[in-house]
């Protein structure tokens, strides 16, 4: 799927790679959808146990950006990557990497709400089921507890654990979906605006949530929302067309962006 | 519905008489274009006696094949449908052999060797006990040293009628099973059945299929012995050696003479009542049983009908001609 | 007028209808279409439904009715004598009568006269227009021809402006009710829905009938043989009558028929479930499309192979290849070369039959899997599920109902199926467990009690009927406890 | 987690020293997707694999049937034999009756120069032609008098026996008692075959003669009409009524116990073996509608009522496929049930339903048993000119020709089903066309 | 689907139905999924060319009420309502209504972006199409073209208007489905959180829009951002638990409420 390594960049590339402060690293990365090419040339790090927030207008490649992170792009059809992306310097795009270990560690929520057909417990315990993360009944319990009460879904279910997923409404679903992808206890944790069908309240759950988890994880959140960029993230990465138009300290961004266009994009003069 | 007019011979009935009827209604239609070419469906002497009683009119069949006589009841059934006039035509003689692989050694067989071959109990030291032979050799030492297997026609057959009562009856007696069961049970029908009873053990394996079937078994076990037609025997002679019966070979002279013992004869019925409304019928009839057709050097005989004799053949025509109804 | 004429008539005052209506809606909107209740389409559309249908009812009724009138009229112009002989024959004398209205048409109106004057000479002229009678018409035949032949002239003639009159009524009326407000579309969707519902009920038309075709000879049988001696009896042996023999009793126990049934059945779907739902697993999630495009049809190929090449392959290959291999197996085991696999066999039918019912299992599995969403399948594998993961865990429990539809259609022909049997499995009803011998299906039993040589009054056939319609029950029941089983999961699940 | 710090040196191994890498089973679970990966492949290959043998054993069998071995011989078309007395003017029917086979025996002797008066080796030339030369050089005369009195060159199809002895199917090693050539026949052969004269050409009998009991004339002419008929008939009605009984079923129908009357009835019919629609026909479109037997039209109505519940089936499981979201979209736009259906939910379940129809169809295409009671199983000569006539149907032929005694049957059995398969793979290609457009993913 | 008519009811509610102001009146309306109760007693009427924001916690039955206003609870299976709504005055649970007249007249958009798996032309034109909105190919195109202007998708689709609805991303399916809504002209337009998938810019073009439709049409939105409902709506009814809570005028509501649930809610002290 990918494209990698001209022997020019090689060198530069191995001096950042091993960047310790840099828990995620995107070089150069260009996505293709068949012809049609979605992000360019994005030079994108993720520092480990921050939060960072991806914004920009509609269409922009925010989540195509997401997805190359964890690799889900490998499931589209006609997708191409090139570039370079590593995980604590390895490339995960190398044929050496594997990728659901990849995925385990790198965990994702996506936009719209994608709970199983299956009961509310069985939804949380999937990933840990899948992984072996609990080796009895009651470690089990005890994930799938703290997984949907960190989620912020605890007291709304547990008298229906045993209910369908799929019977929630939407901002529920969503919450379950958060709740599913913490269970596994991944280092990285991509979320595509996991907030976008949940109430204030629950949305403020979700941030308290983010605030918690930064401390052990990494988090990559896209939003649409500039305040809650502005609430949870420590760096924010501005896209625009499929590009990266710049990237800092989000302080920085909100109050004094250097370009332009995220000047404009603040402010409401586009999108 | 009623309007619509027939102008088409339509026959049912047994399959063993369809290829018979097949080449008469082909050259029929050659011969005498006027009429349309009849249409011969097969479907079992059963399945076409019970068109055959449906009724009477255009929308009904106007003849069943059969390779068995008409029964009583079914006389009856046609009657109470409104068939009241049945004429019965005889075409000739089917004779049923015994035939295995050619590869194989000739074969001499008697009623009392199949008997015991095949029989569900046999007397063993004056004992009637379940059939113990598992070999051919075991109940002759003549006959080859290999696993019993016969593929017999199944019970739907007309065939195996004639096989129980040809074979089996007569090797029970000889073979002194008879005394055996009449010694056991008092019932004389019960004693009749039990003597034309065949083991269940899987070694007798009954074909309800054609003939076709049983040359595809013989094909798949070379020393499987298969009853078959003797048209069916004729068209197949290179790859099936046929047996003897109480040292008689099959042929259609020593059918016709009677000389050997296995064979049954075919017939048609026709419904009296469509003979002057539904065309060609009558004229399918006269075709059929003009010696053209079924003498000895007809073509059916050729194909491996046994002629019926010459006296048989006239009478058939005569008792036609007159009206003769059952 | 031929009636494909006059429904070419019909269908062009429907096709008038449509454009009509269609113009007098736009016409009453008078440029604001929305005014309307429905797209002037659907006015054009009712009023070709009420050209149309009462056409073709009354269409209908006149194919149904008038042979039945006009033959009974004719009839009653028979001569006494005729009318005294049973009705059959008269239906004989009448199928002659409407050869020779048939062969009216053909003749020159001099000819004609010449046959009503003289009967005799009919059967020769006509056999020359290749009309062929059976014997020579009696005059009142010739007569009743003309009658029968002016008859359906008149009746053609009358149906032709009652058809077109029912055609234009209709079309007038209904182009009449056009209106802004008349709920146009509401009432074609109306007659679709009626049309749907029509449709649906053919399914119970075709169950009654089959129950109606199959009860009255069932009846006739347990009549004859007692139900619990049929039902619970182990042993199924129906003798043949021997010459001569009234009592024709036999034993017809239905229980070995039903075990070889299910026996089969079983081996069957022992090969056709997991291959076929391997086969669409890999095909949905794995293959590519190229790959798919090419394997997907081949193996629906198998589906379509007629059952009797599946037979003789069975007889000819599979059989004897199983017992020969058996024969190798014994041999390098005990050094006895016996083969302990019949080549008729329980294994020989099943597998044979499992092969036929693969591409029933893999072709509807793959639609039903690949109808999964694809959210589905990204939750899973984001959370580092491997596809087989996703697959077994996530798809196939979504798809879970579908499936077991489609098992369950597939279980259904793997009952019905005769052919392979009758030619892989032998027909030997016995009751056994060792799947290497012969075993027999209640399907080939009711085909061999129809087609053979038995008398068709005695049991031995008639119990064609009473395990057609035990099958059916069975079949049924069996249905309807999939339909609970199916409903259970569907309620766990959404 | 990973708190390590490291160091630009310790880089290159830095991946297998991380202390912390849970164990998720890897090997395991991998090992278990290979497998899983593998039995998939199996499946197709164990299906294909078993497509393969069955295919090729019917084609080996069956090539040969598509030739047909004729004699080509000059034939004087004497006006002794065939119209003695110069009657044809007045009375056409003697050029109907003439004796054509003795003008062919004749003609054939002439050519391997043997005597005339030899009553039996004139029997045995007679053998060597086949007995549908009365109608062939009758047709022949028929359609052009004037060929009485000249010679001209015809092909004269070969006795069966001739034709299986000339492809090397009948064993010539085994006593010539016991085979249906004689050595004699063989010799003949030889000479005719390599003077050219015999020779095998396509057999394009094979696909317009109706049935007949000799080999070398039978044809599937009637089987192919009737096929085509029946084709006709069941995919005009079934689809339409098939997928508007789906339409209400999934669609409209209220869910209650009627309708799960309905379900289940429909499933079960799928279940009811075959020939007991045999029963249904015979009962309720023969005996009762007065339907002809025999007649395509009938086979046509119960393959249909056969055909209905797998399409009825396989079409309800693709509309239940079809997403809610899209029906919400179309109803919340004012679309009306109806047209929600046929604009959006149809054309996305289409893929669904076209596969059922395709198995329905082959399923209806391959299927004897039922046609055994309606009086399709049965010898038709004449092409049938309308579904209303008397025909058969290909696997019904199969099943005729299966049944057949004569050695020349085998390969036409085999030949016809290859003809079948055929017919089925034109369906199913047509099919997937047709597939294919629909399933274009948006 | 409804039981009707209390005759107690019925002539106060004459009087109410009939008052003019009011666009749609829901009277009494309490809603069943199966056994269980979705809605109690909601009392709540929506005015003419007026906004109106539906707030309120997560399954609080929002998205339920905005569906009984254009019967697509129809669909649902087992889902029942009881008491009276009214567009116009005239009961639309009455037999004598055409609830496919009713959808064209009140129009949704929802919550999950369902755009057809057609053409983004199509997706647009077929609304149009079926109520014979356009006579011409050319008096459909300015249709298509308006109603993706005022979704604010035209510049980024016109390109591709023949390209599939669901190739887009996911805030721009939204649009398109916006924008379908919109080209049938409809009186009522629900929208159900049409903005959680949008960015700021693409939503300020859709408040936009919508303050630009108020002057014609009546909208009711439901919304998990307070600021939205502070800035698109001049009415605001907040719903907890099944209940309507209060209904006010949009600057009441956000500034003084008289339930102190919705000052709850409001300073994000529930949910
Ligand atoms: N599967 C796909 N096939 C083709 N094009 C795609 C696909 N997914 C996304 N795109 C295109 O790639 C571009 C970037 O899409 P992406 O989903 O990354 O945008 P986004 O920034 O996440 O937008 P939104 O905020 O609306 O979710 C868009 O123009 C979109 O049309
Ligand atoms: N189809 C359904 N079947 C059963 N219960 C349902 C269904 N749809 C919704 N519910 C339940 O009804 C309640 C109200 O749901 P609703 O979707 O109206 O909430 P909402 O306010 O729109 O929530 P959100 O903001 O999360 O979309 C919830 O408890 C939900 O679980
Ligand atoms: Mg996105
Ligand atoms: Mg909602």
Redesign the pocket.
Known sequence: MNILSEAAVEKALDKKMNDVSYKMIGQDVSVY??D?R?LYDVNLNVRENTVTALI?P????????LRTLNRMNDT?DG?RVTGRIALDGDDIYDPSIDVVELRARVGMVF?KPNPFPKSIYENVAYGPRIHGLARTRAEMDAIVEKSLQRAGLWNEVKDRLQESGTGLSGGQQQRLCIARAVAVSPEVILMD?PCSALDPIATARVEELIHELRANFTIVI?T?SMQQAARVSQRTAM?HL?QLVEENDTDKIFTNPDDQRTQDYIMGRFG | GAAAARDQIQIAGSSTVLPYAKIVAESFGETLPDFKTPVVESGGSSGGLKEFCKGVGPDTIDIANSSRPIKDSEIEACKAAGVTEIQEVKIGYDGIVFATDAGNADLALEPKDLYQALAAEVVVDGKLVANPYRKWSDVNPALPDAEIAAYIPGEKHGTREVFEEKILAHGCKDSGAQDAIKALVADEKEQASKCIAVRKDGLAVDIDGDYTETLARIDANKSGIGVFGLSFYENNADKLKVATVSGVAPSTETIASGEYPVSRPLFFYVKKAHLGVIPGLKDYVEFFTSDDMIGPDGPLAEYGLVAAPDAEREEIRKSFEAGNIM | MSISLLLLLVAAIGVTGYVGGNRRAQALAGGRLSSLHSRPGYYGSLVAIWALLPAIAVLLVWIVASPVYIGSTIRSGFPEAVQAEPQATQNLNYNMVGAIARGLKLLTPEERATISADAAAARALLSSKGVPLAADPAPYMVEAAQNLDRMTTTSRMIVTVLVLAAALAGAVVAYRSVAPRLRARNRVEGVMLAGLVGASSIAILTTIGIVASMLTEAVHFFSMVPAWEFFFGTVWDPRFAAAGATDSSGQFGLIPLLAGTLYIGFVAMLVAVPVGLFAAIYMAEYASSHFRSVAKPLIEVLAGIPTIVYGFFALASVGPFLRDISAQLNGLATGSYASFIQAQSVLTAGFVMGIMLIPYVSSLSDDIITAVPRALRDGSLGLGATRSETIKRVVLPAALPGIVGALLMTASRAIGETMIVVLAAGVAARMQLNPFEPMTTVTVKIVNQLTGDLEFTSPQTLVAFALGITLFFITLCLNIYALYIVRKYREQYE | MSQVTTSPATAAFKASVRPERRDIGLRRRYASERRFRLYGLAAIAFGLLFLFLLLSSVVSKGYTAFLQTKITIPVEFSEQVIDKDGERATDPKVLMTANYPVVARNALAKVLGVDPGDRAAMREVGGMISDSVRVQLRDLVVADPSVIGRTVDVAILAHGNVDSAYKGQIDLGVDEKNRKVSDRQVGWMNQLAETGALAGHFNTGLFTNGASSRPEAAGLGVALVGSLYMMLIVLVLSLPIGVAASIYLEEFAPKNRFTDLIEVNINNLAAVPSIVYGLLGLAVFVNFAGFPRSAALVGGLVLTLMTLPTIIIATRAALKAVPPSIRAAALGLGASNMQTVFHHVLPLAMPGILTGTIIGLAHALGETAPLLLIGMVAFVADVPATPLDPATALPVQIYMWANEAERAFVERTSGAIIVLLIFLILMNVGAILLRRRFERRW
Not at chain 1, 59 to 64: I, L, Q
């Open positions: 959808y068949g049609k979605a920009g509609s269409g922009c490649g925010k989540s195509t950006f589209i997708c936009q605006e896209v649409h896209f499929g």
